[in-house]
């Protein structure tokens, strides 16, 4: 090997996070180690910042709850719940100068099209498991949804 590009791996090593590099070409070895230090970040928050829920104890059977209170004081009305069969996008009208497929308040039957969940561009169409009435849409257009997540309820 010559000396430029034995100089040349050496910085390659030397500037990358490997700490041991061994190389054998025929009757020679290189054998490079470093002692990198990982580098941690610590956040470092002010007691005055935290809010105060947090700075309680905290039972066994108590968890604290970092989400925001608007969120919480919605309840989901009861009735079936149609889950989404996959992980896409969600999209509530075929195309977006387009009525979306459903409202709340609508009717609609067995197997109407309530929405689409767009999955590696093969869009998926998601039709009703029941008949009756839309009492909540629990998503937005083009929002992500996860596999199983609650998508709509109906009553």
């Not at 040349?8 to 090593?13: K, Q, T």
């Not at 009305?77 to 308040?105: H, I, M, R, W």
Request: charged residues 30%.
């Amino acid at each position: 090997m010559e000396f430029e590009k034995m100089i040349e791996l050496i910085r390659a090593v030397s500037d990358s996070n490997l700490t041991e590099f061994h190389l054998k070409d025929g009757e020679w070895q290189l054998d490079l180690a470093t002692n990198k230090v990982q580098e941690t970040k610590t956040v470092v928050v002010k007691e005055s910042e935290m809010p105060a829920k947090l700075m309680e104890p905290v039972s066994a059977q108590e968890t604290v709850s970092l989400e925001p209170a608007a969120e919480k004081t919605q309840e989901q009305p009861s009735g079936n719940e149609v889950k989404s069969p996959l992980v896409g996008t969600f999209y509530s009208a075929s195309s977006p100068d387009a009525e979306p497929f459903v409202k709340v308040g609508d009717t609609v039957k067995k197997g109407q099209v309530l929405g689409i969940v767009e999955a590696m561009k093969l869009m998926n169409e998601i039709e009703s498991e029941f008949d009756g009435t839309v009492k909540a849409i629990l998503i937005e257009n083009e929002q992500m949804v996860e596999y199983g997540q609650p998508l709509f309820i109906i009553e």
